[in-house]
């Protein structure tokens, strides 16, 4: 079969019309670091320039409605964008975008004024606060409480992992500086006498409020993960999304979309890509068994885009999904996790050798890949927390679920 995307006179149009922006808004200099933990200050200030050009333009999210900050165009209008933005090979334009949907099914047309479209147009970054120490598979144990004190609700507690910001810190406090610090979407404890999973809200605290610190977590993984502390933070009590206890209701629109639900409009992994060229170049790939092997990873690889463009496409077209997110999501991990593996085995332990050894391939990047292949098995919900999802879905589990409403299946309603 052929799943190559194929395109109109009209869209391949557009498509000129998105290179030549780009060519004259994408500074020469720009490209993409290592790994995000490289990137330094200045680097980071162009990134955000061009985010907030691509905003005004539209093209920052495309596919949300123009009078919240998107561009109200089409999805293949959004995927011939996200293409032209992938062969730029610059960084991440994108922070974490997890509460959008959220905002768009469950926010009020005051909140969407007021919170959402600064985000589409990139004025403001996403912070995702829902991780807890004694909270990440089990999300609904959490400790952080929120107090309501008249107009205002008060949040005390702690986030751990929290990604979404560039990475880089200032090398001696390692704490992110104020041009990182944007809308955190949080889950807290509200009513700590109901019962799990009626008993907390979603809030959107602004992350330059008083009562908040940030510090950068040293892991394996090499990007910005931050463990954040929240001491008597007050915030208006607008910035409730949902009801008071409706928070969990609230996060499974956010968690649909992180889990896959939303599909990826260019899923690639560039460092299997660079691989193979390099297996090429070394003739690696002459031994019978090394080429076996390859094959094996490139199908898995290949696999994960078909499960990526069809969850896109179903998204696109307001199909409620079932399983769909979660089996990309666990094909994601579970075929990283083995992809990491097949380049050590052709490329030897040099893979292992990061940017410092001159003796490495690819500059290091095969090293960042076996990194990050190990940690991306975790955020967003672990493998066995697919598969606990996948069984919900399809029905042979002791408990049946639905997926949550996204701004594709609400439209659609």
Do not use: C
Not at 96 to 114: C, H, I, R, S, Y
Not at 379 to 396: D, F, H, L, N, S
Request: hydrophobic share 35%; aromatic share 8%; glycine share 10%.
């Amino acid at each position: 079969m052929d799943f190559k995307n194929r395109y109109t006179k009209e869209q391949e149009e557009f498509r000129q019309e998105v290179r030549s922006w780009l060519e004259e808004n994408v500074p020469a200099d720009l490209k993409r670091p290592l790994e995000v933990s490289h990137l330094d200050t200045e680097t980071y200030k162009q990134i955000q320039e061009l985010r907030r050009k691509l905003g005004r333009k539209g093209w920052l999210h495309p596919a949300y409605p123009k009078e919240y900050g998107g561009g109200g165009l089409s999805s293949e209008q959004e995927t011939v964008i996200g293409e032209e933005l992938d062969k730029q090979d610059i960084p991440n334009v994108h922070d974490n975008p997890l509460d959008l949907p959220a905002l768009m099914v469950w926010g009020t047309e005051e909140q969407k004024m007021e919170i959402l479209r600064p985000r589409l147009l990139g004025e403001k970054h996403g912070w995702q606060l829902f991780t807890e120490s004694g909270a990440g598979s089990d999300l609904a144990s959490l400790q952080t409480r929120a107090v309501r004190d008249g107009d205002e609700w008060v949040i005390t507690g702690q986030k751990v992992f929290v990604g979404g910001d560039a990475g880089y810190a200032d090398p001696s406090t390692k704490v992110p500086d104020d041009i990182q610090m944007g809308e955190m979407f949080t889950l807290a404890v509200t009513d700590p006498d109901a019962p799990r999973h009626r008993n907390m809200g979603y809030f959107m605290i602004p992350g330059d409020a008083p009562g908040i610190t940030v510090e950068t977590l040293d892991l394996l993984v090499g990007q910005g993960k931050r463990q954040v502390y929240l001491d008597n933070v007050r915030i208006p009590a607008t910035r409730l999304i949902g009801g008071e206890t409706q928070g969990w209701q609230v996060a499974q629109t956010t968690l649909e979309i992180e889990h896959g639900g939303g599909g990826d409009i260019v899923p690639r992994s560039r460092t299997f890509e660079k691989f193979m060229k390099y297996a090429r170049e070394k003739g690696l790939d002459k031994d019978s068994h090394n080429e076996q092997v390859i094959m094996q990873a490139h199908i898995d690889n290949e696999i994960l885009r078909l499960f990526s463009a069809r969850n896109y496409w179903m998204y696109s077209a307001g199909q409620e999904m079932t399983f769909h997110g979660s089996q990309q999501s666990m094909w994601r991990r579970e075929s990283g996790i083995r992809t990491s593996d097949a380049i050590r085995e052709v490329a030897g332990l040099k893979a292992m050798l990061d940017f410092e050894d001159s003796a490495a391939p690819l500059d290091g990047e095969m090293e960042v890949h076996q990194r990050e292949s190990l940690t991306a098995a975790h955020p967003g919900g672990t493998i066995e927390i697919q598969k606990v999802i996948i069984a919900r879905r399809m029905g042979i589990s002791r408990t049946r679920e639905r997926a949550a409403p996204t701004p594709s299946t609400a439209r659609q309603a």
